[in-house]
């Protein structure tokens, strides 16, 4: 069994950065693909970023691209998502998935298939 707790959201002014992280305990974390999506108040949630579990293939929303990058480090059990030049429209919250069998350019497809999910953190942009 996984279970992921996500820390490192709070409120940050427009243009700012913050990283994320989710640490993941039980002793399968090194074999499961990761993901980060978010939920805004009213609005479904999406698709943010994922990372293969081997190999490093990373697989981005359009919306993040070029501002958000994921990353891991399987000897922490941890996954990271570092978030630049942050826009209001960013703001929600944020949760990671893992998914054995998932590879990280199909987990948007398939959210609601995810085996693992953690609680979440909010994320508020604002001045």
């Known amino acids: 069994q996984v279970q992921l707790v996500e820390s490192g959201g709070g409120l940050v002014q427009p243009g700012g950065s913050l990283r994320l992280s989710c640490a993941a305990s039980g002793r399968t974390f090194g074999n499961k693909n990761m993901g980060w999506f978010r939920q805004a108040p009213g609005k479904e949630r999406d698709f943010v970023a994922a990372?293969?579990?081997?190999?490093?293939?990373?697989a981005y929303a359009d919306s993040v691209k070029g501002r958000f990058t994921i990353s891991r480090d399987n000897a922490k059990n941890t996954v990271y998502l570092q978030m630049n030049s942050l826009k209001p429209e960013d703001t929600a919250i944020y949760y990671c998935a893992a998914d054995r069998f998932t590879t990280p350019q199909a987990m948007g497809a398939r959210t609601q298939y995810l085996e693992h999910w953690g609680q979440g953190t909010l994320v508020t942009v604002s001045s």
């Open positions: 990372i293969a579990w081997i190999g490093g293939s990373t």
